[in-house]
Structure formats: C-alpha cells, structure tokens
DNA sequence: GTCTATATGTTGATAGAC
DNA sequence: GTCTATCAACATATAGAC
C-alpha cells in the first residue's frame, strides 16, 4: 500500500492523486486505504517520515565512513546523490510534497529537514578547520551541495537507464571542487 | 487571472488547485476561467510556455552578455539563479508541474527545456576551448550548473527576505569552481 | 465578458456485511 | 482486514441570461 501509495505520488503528486488511484495500483478495494491510515494525509506523512529518515540515515553513514575531510564529503555527495537516484519515486515524495502535510506534520519533517543542513555543514567545517577547504559562505555552500544531490528527483528517471554511479561520481567530484578542496 | 492560477498552482500544485482556487483568486466567478482558456489544463500550458520562454531569454541575455568565458558564466549562473528567485512562483510552476501537461502539450515543453541544456553546454565548450575550464563531463557539468539555479525553487521563499543577490552571486562564484576555472 | 445555475463525474471517507 | 455500497462535498466544464 505504502509502495502503491509512493508511485501515485511522484507520478501525478499528492493533489493529482486520489485515494481510489492507491487503492486500485495496491490491488486493493477503495476502502482498504483507510483501514491502515486515518487518511491520505496520514499516508502522505508516513511516506515522508520514513523516507526522511533513510535519506538522513544516508548521509550521516557517509559521514561517518572517513576521518578525511575530503574523502568525507566526497563519499557524502556521492552517497546522498546516490540515493535520490536508487530511489527515485520516494525522493521525490520526500522533495516535493511537504506542501501537502497538515501544519503539524509538516513541523515535524521540517525540523527532520534541518539534520541534512546540520550534517552537511558539519562536514564542511571539518574540512575548513583542517586547513584542506577554502569556503567563505559554509551555510550556502552546504545548502549548494544538497541542491546538488536533490535536484536530481526532479529529472532522473531509472527507467531510461542512465548510469547512475556516474552521476553520483561526477556529483562527488564537483563538490569537492565546490568547497575549494586543495 | 494568470497571476492567480500561478500562485495556486505553485503553492497547492496542480492537482491540488481546482478551478474555483484560481478564479476566486482572481475575483471572479467559476466560469470565468474558461471564457479565456479551455481546460485547466490549457490555463497550466499558457503558464508553462510563458514561464520557459522567459526563463531561456534571460539565460541567453547572459550568455551575449560577455565575450570572456569566465565572465559569462558567472553572469548566466548569477542571471539564472535569480531569476528563479524573482521569479519563485512561476518558476516552481515551471520546473515542477511538467508531469501535468497533455502529452502534447508536454512534448513542446521538453523541445524548449533542451535548449536551456544546449546554451549551458555551449558556455563551458567556450571555456574549454580557452583553456579557461577543465571539465572532463560537459553534458553532466552542464546539467549540475543548470541544478544549482533550478534548486533554488524547492525552498526559495520571497517572503522571508533572504538576500536573493548573495544567493546568486555564491551560486556564481561556486560555478566558476565547478568548471575547474583557472 | 461576466454572471448564476447546473450537469455530470469524481473525491475523501464511512457503514456494515463477511 | 477485506469487501460492496454509499454519502456528502467537490471537481471540471457548460448553458444561457444580461
């Protein structure tokens, strides 16, 4: 239902969707929707929520992977480009459909959000800070290497099989170029 | 009446504005939409052809604004990244709501965006062919310029009065280390 | 061109049988 | 938990008066 719930999503967004579309892609009865969730809302939020955490648990792997500055923020890029790409139809629910959530949803997610900023700028301070990165702007900067990763949902398709490694690789090495890397 | 269906369609989507949102918008009746367009559909068209159009003036404005590779890209990034902000509503519209276009319709819009690809293209060739840029991937390189100015939509909000010009000159500035500029 | 009124289908969500 | 059946509200779009 979850998975049903995700393609309409990204496919014709959360407005353009209606319940009957889920239902009908889950094999299911228009009814069965509202046995697991109180509402299309409620299914909208799950999605977010859990692919919220897998894109921050993402990125915080990839930090965690290397000591090296560099090395850090390459695998980062690369990692987190990496996942808009592998999962595709999710991401773009988790980008652009936070419009969507009822106010008290959608703070739950934003303050979710602010992680990815967090980590990001933590590892380009740490790259700062050992001398190997030359930024002024370390909160644009950040916010320019996520943009780099996300806007991948907008357009990537994994049906026209497009090599995404390469993707990912090019992503990585152009950050590395973007924070100055010497 | 364009005007209103823009701020709709970019703040609900879509599938989440109903004709009524944009005609109350505008301060008229629910018929009033269509005395001008024919569809919801049409009214989404007229906003994307008018957006896209305007969007690749300003691109190629910037492009014959210098002779010096370096200098013009920074002014397309610059150019292009504020219009975006200028422009946050149309723009979200114009980047984000393709997927809701007739088939049609959806094959014109594609054929304009390619040449947004082409012009970025054709600035790093130029810095190549100077020796100013070392880029290995120019298609890739290209398409993550184009990125780092269309992201900005996602979270771009006027009216929380953040700098767009120092938005824009970072994304400039970032440009030029992207392109291995030397 | 604008309106009011309305036709016709679809929507989110619920009731109640199995 | 699943279904069928259904409700009330809302959707897109049109008709016809002014």
């Not at 353009?16 to 809302?41: M, Q």
């Not at 398709?157 to 995404?164: L, T």
């Given at each position: 239902?979850?998975?049903?719930?995700?393609d309409?999503?990204?496919?014709?967004?959360?407005g353009?969707t209606?319940?009957?579309?889920?239902?009908?892609?889950?094999?299911?009865?228009?009814?069965?929707?509202?046995?697991?969730?109180?509402?299309?809302?409620?299914?909208l939020?799950a999605?977010?929520?859990?692919?919220?955490?897998?894109?921050?648990?993402?990125?915080k792997?990839?930090?965690?992977?290397?000591?090296?500055?560099?090395?850090?923020l390459?695998?980062?890029?690369f990692?987190?480009?990496?996942?808009?790409?592998?999962?595709?139809?999710?991401?773009r629910?988790?980008?652009?459909e936070?419009?969507?959530?009822?106010?008290v949803?959608?703070?739950?997610?934003?303050?979710?959000?602010r992680?990815?900023?967090?980590?990001?700028?933590g590892?380009?301070?740490?790259?700062?800070?050992?001398g190997?990165f030359?930024?002024?702007?370390v909160?644009?900067?950040?916010?320019a290497?996520?943009?780099?990763?996300?806007?991948?949902?907008?357009?990537?398709?994994?049906?026209?099989?497009?090599?995404?490694?390469?993707?990912?690789?090019?992503n990585a090495?152009?950050?590395?170029?973007?924070?100055?890397?010497?």
């Amino acid at each position: 239902m979850l998975d049903a719930a995700v393609d309409a999503f990204a496919e014709r967004g959360f407005g353009g969707t209606s319940t009957r579309d889920v239902a009908v892609r889950a094999g299911r009865s228009p009814a069965a929707v509202y046995v697991h969730y109180d509402s299309k809302e409620a299914l909208l939020y799950a999605i977010s929520l859990e692919g919220h955490m897998a894109a921050l648990d993402c990125l915080k792997l990839a930090y965690a992977s290397s000591e090296d500055p560099a090395a850090r923020l390459h695998a980062m890029v690369f990692a987190f480009s990496d996942w808009h790409m592998e999962n595709a139809r999710l991401a773009r629910v988790v980008q652009y459909e936070l419009h969507a959530l009822s106010k008290v949803h959608r703070a739950d997610i934003v303050s979710l959000r602010r992680r990815f900023h967090r980590v990001m700028v933590g590892a380009v301070r740490d790259g700062i800070r050992a001398g190997q990165f030359q930024v002024d702007d370390v909160n644009g900067t950040a916010r320019a290497l996520l943009s780099l990763c996300i806007d991948l949902v907008r357009w990537f398709d994994p049906a026209r099989g497009r090599n995404s490694r390469a993707i990912a690789q090019l992503n990585a090495d152009l950050a590395l170029r973007m924070v100055g890397d010497v």
